[in-house]
């Protein structure tokens, strides 16, 4: 059972450039997430959805948008990407409701130069 | 958000428990309290979760206070591989869609 699986798993952009993050979960979860880590620090919401067909912003959505595909994956878009934006992304799954666990992807480490 | 109080570090040594402590002071209702831990390099890892009752599972145990306004991670015999970053985390009930994490406590254990 592969859980939350994401792709790339590094990767080295420069300044301007576009990307897309790629989420996949096989476990029927109805809900999706999508945060960044900086060195050092807790992890941060980006963009969630809760069920498909939906998003929504979380703590810091600028310089992000998230398309919920169908309910297997949840993809995460740098239009222009700058060095804030360097971080390691997680993306999460869950089923709908606060008696649920999350289940974490093994990241994505981006470095924007 | 409901926000929780915890320790930023403790130290153990190896096979002896750990008592990892957490304070939500404005947890509500329908508020699950759950931990997470976070192994270098690698993404978050479910722990257990609870809302009103203690909790056991193969990883820890969870006590939580009658008036539910802290809790308690138990790690029965730490290991070197229990070394990581422990989140005390309140998945609020209403929405139930978000976790929101804090800084966390960072767990030495001690050979």
């Known amino acids: 059972n592969a859980g939350v699986t994401q792709t790339p798993k590094f990767q080295v952009l420069k300044t301007g450039q576009s990307m897309t993050l790629q989420c996949a979960q096989d476990m029927n979860h109805n809900s999706m997430y999508w945060y960044r880590q900086d060195p050092g620090m807790g992890l941060r919401l980006i963009y969630y959805?809760?069920?498909?067909?939906?998003?929504d912003k979380g703590e810091v959505p600028n310089g992000y948008n998230v398309s919920r595909l169908n309910k297997r994956e949840f993809s995460l878009r740098l239009e222009s990407a700058a060095p804030s934006q360097t971080s390691v992304y997680f993306c999460?799954?869950?089923?709908?409701?606060?008696?649920?666990?999350?289940?974490f992807g093994s990241g994505t480490r981006l470095t924007v130069v | 958000d409901a926000k929780t109080t915890q320790p930023n570090s403790m130290e153990s040594n190896e096979e002896e428990p750990v008592h990892l402590p957490c304070n939500h002071s404005t947890i509500s209702g329908t508020d699950y309290i759950h931990w997470y831990r976070q192994l270098p390099s690698q993404g978050p890892e479910y722990v257990i979760h609870?809302?009103?009752s203690n909790v056991n599972n193969r990883m820890a145990s969870l006590a939580i206070a009658e008036d539910r306004k802290s809790s308690t991670l138990i790690l029965h015999r730490a290991t070197l591989r229990d070394a990581a970053v422990y989140y005390c985390?309140?998945?609020?009930?209403?929405?139930?869609?978000?976790?929101?994490f804090g800084g966390g406590t960072r767990v030495l254990v001690k050979p």
């Open positions: 609870g809302l009103t």
């Open positions: 985390i309140l998945r609020e009930g209403a929405a139930g869609n978000k976790l929101t």
């Open positions: 999460a799954s869950s089923g709908i409701g606060a008696g649920y666990g999350y289940t």
């Open positions: 959805s809760a069920s498909e067909g939906t998003t």
